[in-house]
């Protein structure tokens, strides 16, 4: 029973962690409409970034469903493209430090995947 139950906490934690990024980019969004900010492109860098943390995330969960990432044991696999994800998770994190709204929601979901595209290299 006990080995059951740390089941269910481990895939309970992994989707928690795999679906928040899509739900914390959408609350920074909600933020930013809802808030008169600065003019130019500070005005529109917390939309960007949210659109790059959900454009991550789709591509992280496309290559999950495709098979290009996943698998158990010795059989793990990754694609090559991973390391320009990973790279671009990096950047999309320091580029969230930046928004002045969702500051908080944005840099948690880059965090989150980019310890998800580490997560994918690591195993492979």
């Given at each position: 029973?006990?080995?059951h139950a740390a089941s269910?906490?481990?895939?309970?934690?992994?989707?928690?962690?795999?679906l928040s990024p899509p739900?914390?980019?959408g609350?920074?969004?909600?933020?930013w409409r809802r808030r008169q900010g600065p003019v130019g492109w500070k005005?529109?860098?917390p939309l960007v970034t949210a659109?790059?943390?959900l454009a991550n995330w789709l591509l992280f969960i496309a290559l999950v469903f495709t098979g290009q990432i996943g698998g158990f044991g010795s059989h793990y696999m990754t694609?090559?493209?991973a390391d320009i994800f990973l790279l671009v998770s990096l950047l999309v994190l320091i580029s969230s430090f930046l928004?002045?709204?969702?500051?908080?929601?944005?840099?948690?979901a880059s965090f989150l995947m980019l310890a998800l595209w580490v997560g994918s290299e690591m195993v492979a």
């Open positions: 029973m006990a080995l269910v906490i481990r895939v309970s934690i992994a989707g928690v962690w795999l739900f914390l980019a609350l920074a969004l909600r933020s005005a529109i860098w659109v790059a943390v694609t090559r493209l928004a002045y709204v969702g500051r908080w929601q944005l840099c948690l």
